[in-house]
């Protein structure tokens, strides 16, 4: 198994470009998770999407859209970048929506914006 | 709405120097505990789930301990290859959504 793979690992764009961060996972977990990690800033929730079908808004979504389609794969798209959205992102996967289970995170995706 | 301090940010030990990483938490009923592991430019890595006060749980040289009010994670003898961020994550209440701390960075030297 895999595991959760993002692609691409690496990404520089310009202000105002955009993209789409992909993510699958392969071992049938329900919920799926977009985070993105700043020096000083620890882990902070994007969106997120509890089964398939369903996407909901976490502490930091401005600028950001989220797609669930299929089971396995959960993307996360940027409009138009701006430097602020500069950081490190990561895909995560959960077995359930319901009560308290463990993560599994990909390798994360390092997106410079000029 | 869920807290979680993580002391100390940053732990420079020796090789076999043991010592503990502090996560203390403010929820209103806690679900779970979770501890991971993040090598630099890697994603976190799942370590332990502590679900009730009083529960420990071990993996080699890690062993993860559990209050009412903070979690502690005790390494034993460290190696360099124990150097990592370790962070920790609760969740509380209905939901399954968890909060994380900002980490502690560990470096052991040889």
């Known amino acids: 198994n895999a595991g959760v793979t993002q692609t691409p690992k690496f990404q520089v764009l310009k202000t105002g470009q955009s993209m789409t961060l992909q993510c699958a996972q392969d071992?049938?977990?329900?919920?799926m998770y977009w985070y993105r990690q700043d020096p000083g800033m620890g882990l902070r929730l994007i969106y997120y999407?509890?089964?398939?079908?369903?996407?909901d808004k976490g502490e930091v979504p401005n600028g950001y859209n989220v797609s669930r389609l299929n089971k396995r794969e959960f993307s996360l798209r940027l409009e138009s970048a701006a430097p602020s959205q500069t950081s490190v992102y990561f895909c995560?996967?959960?077995?359930?929506?319901?009560?308290?289970?463990?993560?599994?995170f990909g390798p994360g995706t390092r997106l410079t914006v000029l | 709405e869920d807290q979680v301090t993580q002391s100390p940010e940053a732990l420079r030990l020796q090789e076999g120097e043991s010592s503990s990483l502090n996560c203390s938490y403010t929820v209103s009923g806690l679900r779970g505990l979770f501890w991971y592991r993040q090598d630099p430019g890697k994603g976190p890595e799942f370590l332990f789930t502590l679900y009730s006060a009083g529960e420990e749980k071990e993996k080699e040289r890690l062993k993860a301990t559990l209050t009412k009010k903070e979690s502690f994670l005790h390494i034993t003898a460290p190696k360099p290859e124990d150097s990592a961020t370790y962070l920790c994550a609760v969740t509380s209440g209905g939901s399954y959504i968890p909060t994380f701390g900002r980490g502690t960075s560990l470096i052991v030297h040889p």
């Open positions: 999407s509890a089964s398939e079908g369903t996407t």
């Open positions: 995560a996967s959960s077995e359930r929506a319901g009560g308290p289970n463990e993560q599994f």
């Open positions: 071992m049938n977990h329900n919920s």
